[in-house]
């Protein structure tokens, strides 16, 4: 992490300086490693669920396909949809899982190489017409595997309470009012989000 992007978000705003001083360095951590595919996957299992219910799915899923550290698109499109749904996946994500593949298949979603030199714009354009991937699901995408620095997931739970609990709001604030706030986050705001997740352990 740069301590030009720690300077920049101190500087224009006192109230995340002070969070940042209490959380301590900025450890975002990627996975590089996965590709677009393997990601869109594993953030539709998680979605509506807690990180250790959403864990066994997945690794029930992986299950499926002993010789294989993670299945292909052709994998999971050749798999019946109630073997799927036997790894613990909800109608919705089985067949969310299924159009991703396919998908991917037909060239849609991109490749690690091609997805490198897309926008932010560009790449939540290609992927939110999917089936169970909405703008929240891409930037998990932009954060954590492709390490973009500039992306505020304004839909966020536990950004917007991580905000509230650091600007002393009774209630959440709205993503357009998240976003407001945000605009002199700029070019930082996946740092900035990174800090108000933290800012939720420091409370519990």
Known sequence: MSKEAIRHLAGADRVLGRLMKKVGPYALKLRSRRSPFQALVQSVVYQQLNGRAAATIL??????????????????????????????LSRAKTAALKDIAAKT???????????????????LERLTPLRGVGPWTVEM???????????????????????????????????????????????????????????????S
Request: charged share 25%; proline share 8%.
């Open 59 to 88: 690794g029930r899923v992986k299950a499926l396909y002993p010789k294989k550290r993670f299945p292909t698109p052709e994998d999971i499109v050749a798999t019946p949809e109630e073997r799927l749904r036997s790894a613990g």
């Open 141 to 203: 995408l932009l954060i954590f595997t492709l390490g973009r620095t500039d992306v505020l997931p304004a839909t966020d739970y536990g950004v917007r309470k991580g905000f509230a609990l650091t600007y002393g709001l009774k209630e959440l604030p709205t993503p357009k009012e998240l976003l407001a706030h945000g605009e002199k986050w700029r070019p930082h705001r996946t740092t900035a989000a990174w800090f108000l997740w933290r800012a939720l352990d420091l409370s």
């Open 105 to 123: 298949i037909a060239g849609v979603v991109p490749t690690s190489r091609a997805i490198a030199k897309m926008s932010e714009a560009e790449i």
